[in-house]
């Protein structure tokens, strides 16, 4: 997902992944283990929040139900959907 966002930096995006904001909010929050309370509490719901807030977003990678929400999320809330790099225009 990094290496996508620097591309997409390059392209004069500002790219920002639910990881970057939830992870260190978990750390704080207490969280002991992925999927424990604290956890379930912020990782998905701060993506979700800050999805209203983005214009678009890049499906990649592989199975993830996560991701899948956010896309199904980003359909219903009538942003653009790309599934690569590719289909990205330049900012």
């Avoid at 990881?19 to 719901?45: K, M, Q």
């Avoid at 199904?72 to 900012?91: D, I």
């Amino acid at each position: 997902m990094n290496d996508a966002a620097v591309h997409l930096f390059r392209s004069g995006h500002l790219p920002v992944t639910g990881e970057a904001l939830a992870l260190p909010l978990i750390e704080r929050a207490g969280s002991a283990a992925v999927g424990d309370p604290v956890f379930d509490e912020i990782f998905h719901p701060i993506s979700a929040r800050l999805l209203t807030h983005c214009d678009a977003v890049l499906r990649i990678g592989g199975p993830s139900a996560g991701a899948d929400e956010m896309v199904a999320q980003a359909r219903s809330e009538g942003k653009h959907v790309y599934t690569a790099l590719t289909e990205v225009p330049a900012a």
